[in-house]
């Protein structure tokens, strides 16, 4: 570990002034945008090879986090027909996805291009903050939506509206930059104890306890006896979903929050400590990013036969020919709905076996 001499009087000063004022409420005025801000310069001054290593691990994520999410989107948004809440809940995510991705080449080149410069620095600041509320809410909302069309499929069927959808993602949307910006601009002095509780309660454990308590609750529907096979694998798809949200929930997010937590009451944290768990805690929350495409797989259907098919055009297979589709046109002769007739035979048969997407 590296000492206060090679530090630097600068950097040993913000590195202890961005403690204490976000612990114990010192007299400082920093409003606890400028202390993350200057949190990179404090990681590269005292760690150089972790700051490094940090560089290779956000780069992989922004490639892969690219790639998955800029397939995903172009899925969801020019291959799926019907716009479902769910559909509707998932593109949000994706769009978070994606800016979660683009915030990160963002912050390294303002550290490298503009070092010391809070203006540059808030855009890659906020949309980090900003697009993790979002995920955690959009997630939230996608594992509600799925008990909800999987387990009580009449009672909500009125909620389960795609303009409700809407209009809950322009919420999440406002909610999330409403809080965001009130929080990093409030000063670090005033023991600012009490809103890291009351953020960490409302956007974690709260949700948390949401996605728990349906996973649980869909379990208990999967052991009800006379249960036909197509309801079943229903259920079994939706309780996958929830376990991977609360996978996710538990390795990205719950390191970042318990961090939050444990310095706003143990100021006696040692400075270097907090350093280097909050830039793991937030490494780990850019991975959701990455681990997000998962849940995509269990929201339709179709999505992973849709994905595969893509591959297959691309890697030269033919096309299926007019023998191997059935046309929307003589859809009106036959007895199935427009949206199975049209689709290919590998989804067609994913969606007998599963059922029509609620």
Known sequence: MPSASSMGPWATATLNATVVAWTNGSVSETPLFHLFARLDEELHTAF?????????????????GLVLNGLALYVFC?????????????INLVVTDLLVGLSLPTRFAVFYAAPGCLHCAFPHVLGYFLNMHCSILFLTCICVDRYLAIVQPEGSRRWRQPACARAVCAFVWLAAGAVTLSVLGVTASGRPCCRVFALTVLEFLLPLLVISVFTGRIMCALSRPGLLRQGRQRRVRAMQLLLTVLVIFLVCFTPFHARQVAVALWPSVPPHTSLVAYHVAVTLSSLNSCLDPIVYCFVTSGFQATVQGLFRQRGGEPEPSNGDMISTHKSTKGSGPPHIL?????????????????
């Open 48 to 64: 150089p090879s972790l700051w490094l290593a940090l560089l290779v691990v956000h780069s992989t994520i922004f490639l892969a």
């Open 78 to 90: 020019c291959r799926t027909r019907a716009r479902t809440p769910s559909v509707i809940y998932t």
């Open 342 to 358: 049209n689709t290919g035979p590998h989804v067609l048969t994913q969606q007998l076996t599963n059922g029509p997407e609620p």
